[in-house]
């Protein structure tokens, strides 16, 4: 068992306040790794799994399914029917998270010591052996359908599907996980079981456990827990390229603001300029009204209540994108002076004074993160998901301050591509028209 030590001094909450956290590796006989916290203060115990692949796995034609197969794990199991279910869990005042998305199908589970056998019985049994009886995939399928109908008229969404369709096509990742309503009519209850085969598999799991247990009490428990799954799973999808070139496509929807998303190609998770990319999106976009952006396009020209921009680096590709909404008479300057803040940092990169306060920001909320055993188990599951080690949590604000003006200028220029900038705009934008 290999065990890092390391402490978090929080002192911009108070002087004095610290956390210490001690992460554990194991793995169990069964060979199911995991990260431990052992925190025996309080009663309580937070477990997060997550299973890499998710709706990416969807078979052709079942669009939808691992989705709608996540929201029916609550839904019935074993002997139990969805309202059984949901009586034992209340009784043991446990909370169960099922949620899928792109790449990861996530479950979070919170339970009392004292309830700790009762809850691991029955979170196992809605993992391992869920009925999705028909009047439940009915009952979720409705809702699912209902989500899918609201997202039609929604111009943001409609913005989102129409980006994701140009950037990667027949890719998993150009169709909402969601799925249509004719595929998600189309789904049926051997689908559901199908796709709890290929999503759940012990061969693409990761786990976390923080809180009132010991790590050598984990492994037999995840033994238990999830020793019932398959070993091994379908292959997962093939990377694919950006397929978006510069440009706009407006797509006429009756709102009297018009809905903007715009980005390019990105940078991937573990590249080793991803951290001077980080600072880059922080102070271009993800500060928030610190940003640049919200500077230039909120404050000075009253163009938008908001803007933002994010890195989005996913298994299988990586995109910087970002959003905007504007009346229709003005989107056309939003959507303009964007572009100039994007060519402008990717020429002259960062000042000195901007780097400085982008730095203290990022290396001051990290330790903020690990509020809880809910949040640290997060946080521990994440890495691991992106092959971090567990040291990673003392390195990273030393990998934010390494960052110098010269990487800044340097990873700006090659990350930023103004004329690569493709926006999908959903409204009546006056002033501008689809290049393509």
């Not at 439940?136 to 899918?148: F, K």
């Not at 789904?187 to 796709?195: C, G, Q, V, Y």
């Not at 610190?290 to 230039?296: A, I, K």
């Amino acid at each position: 068992m290999r065990r890092i030590f390391f402490a978090l001094c929080l002192a911009i909450i108070a002087s004095s306040a610290q956390a210490e956290i001690d992460i554990q590796e194991i793995t169990s006989e069964g060979g199911i790794n995991a990260w431990v916290v052992e925190e025996p203060s309080i009663p309580f115990i937070a477990l997060e799994i997550r299973f890499r692949g998710s709706a990416s796995l969807d078979l052709p034609g079942k669009r939808g399914a691992t989705n709608l197969m996540t929201g029916l794990l609550e839904e019935g199991s074993g002997d139990m029917n969805a309202q059984e279910f949901q009586t034992a869990r209340e009784a043991l005042a446990a909370s169960f998270s099922f949620r899928s998305f792109d790449d990861t199908l996530s479950i979070s589970a919170e339970f009392l010591t004292e309830n700790q056998d009762e809850a691991l019985a029955l979170l196992q049994q809605a993992i391992v052996d869920p009925t999705f009886e028909q009047d439940a995939l009915d009952r979720v399928r409705a809702q699912v359908l209902s989500g899918i109908a609201s997202d039609e008229k929604d111009p943001n969404s409609i913005a989102s599907a129409a980006f994701d369709r140009g950037a990667f096509g027949d890719h998993p990742y150009g169709t909402a996980i969601d799925g249509t309503a004719e595929s998600v009519n189309g789904l049926t209850r051997e689908d559901m079981f199908t796709a709890h085969a290929n999503a759940l598999t012990r061969d693409r799991v990761y786990v976390s456990v923080v809180g009132d247990i010991t790590a050598e009490e984990v492994g037999p428990m995840l033994d238990t827990l999830l020793g019932g799954l398959p070993a091994e799973g379908p292959p997962l999808p093939a990377d694919v390229p950006f397929g978006l070139q510069g440009g706009v496509t407006v797509i006429d929807y009756d709102t009297p603001q018009a809905v903007a998303l715009f980005g390019h190609v990105g940078m991937k998770r573990d590249d080793a300029d991803f951290f001077a990319a980080y600072i880059i999106n922080h102070v271009l976009g993800a500060g928030g009204f610190e940003s640049r952006l919200m500077t230039e396009v909120r404050e000075k020209r009253g163009l938008t209540y908001g803007i933002g921009t994010s890195l989005v680096p996913k298994f299988h590709a990586e995109m910087i994108i970002g959003r905007v909404a504007s009346d229709n008479s003005t989107i056309a300057e939003a959507i303009a002076v964007t572009r100039d803040e994007w060519r402008r940092m990717a020429e002259d990169g960062l000042s000195v004074e901007e780097l400085e306060l982008a730095k203290t920001y990022l290396t001051g909320e990290y330790p903020l993160r690990f509020d809880g055993n809910s949040d640290i188990a997060r946080i521990m599951v994440g890495m691991q998901m992106i092959d971090l080690p567990p040291s990673y949590v003392i390195d990273r604000n030393d990998f934010i301050e390494a960052v110098t003006l010269e990487d800044i200028s340097r990873v700006a220029a090659d990350l930023l591509r103004p004329d690569d900038l493709h926006f999908v705009v959903v409204g009546k934008p006056e002033g501008l028209e689809s290049t393509q």
